[in-house]
Nanobody
């Protein structure tokens, strides 16, 4: 059984920083994409940042230059360093993995974390 465990959310003042972490556990052979989405109250879930296994990245325009995604393939972990946070960054942040291959299986799957709250407020 694959699980995603997130950590690192919290309350921060505008201009501050937070680092989110997400680790996937289980009999994992490989993961194609690891990323972060967020959902603010009354809004749709949106992509924040994603990283493919070859290291290429994709960022939402609203976070470019402020957020940095990284991953540790050996640990099946993904991180999101968030700097210069703004009140509009307030949302529940979800870890997402796509193209996950379980050892011994030809199938790929998508998994979501439970979400971690990020609140940017003075």
């Amino acid at each position: 059984q694959v699980q995603l465990v997130e950590s690192g959310g919290g309350l921060v003042q505008p201009g501050g920083s937070l680092r989110l972490s997400c680790a996937a556990s289980g009999s994992i052979f490989s993961i194609y994409v690891m990323g972060w989405y967020r959902q603010a109250p009354g809004k749709q879930r949106e992509l924040v940042a994603a990283m493919i296994s070859d290291g290429s990245t994709n960022y939402a325009d609203s976070v470019k230059g402020r957020f940095t995604i990284s991953r540790d393939n050996a640990k099946n972990a993904v991180y999101l360093q968030m700097n210069s946070l703004k009140p509009e960054d307030t949302a529940v942040y979800y870890c997402n993995v796509e193209g996950l291959v379980v050892a011994g299986s030809p199938l790929t799957s998508t998994f979501w974390g439970q979400g971690t709250q990020v609140t940017v407020s003075s």
